[in-house]
């Protein structure tokens, strides 16, 4: 059963962020899975603000950066800074030295700011000249990114997006939500709370009893097939399928939904719940599926319908 604390954490973010259900359960999947979440939608339907909230709701450093095209990858790692008093360098933390970091508009920098955050999402660790530091256990990229405009982006490179565990969308709200949408906005922002925030020995534990539940092995079938049919597209519209990180980002949400909603062990609805933001930008459509419109997550669909779920 998920601890009363994340329970409240999710009530939370679901009172602060309406009409997103799904957005915060895959945020908090992300999180309890030590993953990294993509958040891709239009200017104004609060992806900073979920992401935010999540900051101020976890025990924890949080730290925004706004992604340009002349950013420097110094302004994430930090630098040496000389200091003339006695001839010393001293070296500077930048903002990835944080717990949370929100990537804002991440398709805006160039590629040696992405490879300086790849090696951290990647590897847990942050290299800066001839010395390397651990970032601490809890360390979660949230980044955002806005599918209209393109003038001034740089695709992420594929190596980069399979470090993403869930590609979650956002879309635009029917006139009933964004009518309460108006009405909160009216109260103003929620005080934020030291006392109720979500510790991170309760994070850590509400990790290891999620890696606890239950999978049947007729289900972990299930989850490699499916993999692995990406790979061997009769159709030939997947040019590239999903790698075995893939496999294992799978099982390990799986369970994660699971214990979200109060339960042991995995059901079939979990895994196909799942599949599609965590493999949506795993597949590479070929170039018969560009001309015909297809998307990762059109052929994500059409591999869901091919692999049986048991």
């Keep these: 059963m998920p601890q009363p604390q994340f329970s409240q954490l999710r009530q939370r973010l679901n009172e602060q962020?309406?009409?997103?259900?799904?957005?915060?359960?895959?945020?908090?999947?992300?999180?309890?899975?030590?993953?990294?979440?993509?958040i891709e939608g239009a200017p104004g339907l609060a992806k900073t603000r979920l992401v935010k909230a999540l900051g101020a709701a976890l025990e924890g450093r949080f730290a925004r950066i706004q992604f340009t095209p002349d950013l420097l990858p110094a302004d994430l790692t930090g630098s040496e800074v000389f200091h003339p008093q006695d001839g010393s360098f001293v070296f500077q933390p930048g903002p990835l030295f944080n717990h949370l970091i929100l990537a804002d508009e991440?398709?805006?920098?160039?590629?040696?700011?992405?490879?300086?955050?790849l090696e951290a999402m990647a590897e847990r660790q942050i290299t800066v000249g001839k010395k390397?530091?651990?970032?601490?256990?809890?360390?979660?990229?949230?980044?955002?990114?806005?599918?209209?405009?393109?003038?001034?982006?740089?695709?992420?490179?594929?190596?980069?997006l399979d470090r993403f565990l869930l590609k979650l969308k956002v879309n635009y709200p029917d006139p009933a939500l964004e009518l309460a949408i108006l009405r909160q906005h009216r109260q103003g922002e929620p005080a934020p709370d030291a006392s109720r925030q979500l510790g991170l020995e309760s994070l850590q534990e509400a990790r290891r009893q999620v890696l606890a539940v239950e999978m049947q092995p007729r289900l972990e079938q299930y989850i490699v097939h499916l993999v692995c049919a990406s790979r061997q597209d009769p159709s030939g519209l997947i040019a590239y399928g999903a790698s075995p990180r893939a496999t294992l980002g799978l099982a390990r949400a799986a369970r994660a939904r699971a214990w979200l909603e109060g339960r042991a062990f995995v059901l079939p609805e979990d895994i196909s719940t799942l599949a599609l933001p965590l493999l949506r930008h795993r597949l590479l459509p070929s170039y018969p599926a560009l001309a015909q419109g297809l998307?990762?997550?059109?052929?994500?669909?059409?591999?869901?319908?091919?692999?049986?779920?048991?």
């Design 17 to 38: 962020v309406l009409g997103q259900p799904d957005l915060v359960d895959g945020l908090l999947i992300a999180l309890l899975c030590e993953g990294h979440v993509l």
């Design 106 to 117: 991440i398709n805006r920098a160039p590629a040696k700011v992405q490879s300086a955050l």
């Design 132 to 160: 390397s530091w651990r970032l601490p256990p809890l360390f979660m990229v949230a980044a955002t990114q806005n599918p209209i405009e393109q003038e001034g982006t740089y695709p992420l490179p594929e190596a980069q």
């Design 295 to 310: 998307d990762g997550d059109a052929l994500a669909r059409q591999l869901l319908e091919r692999v049986p779920c048991p």
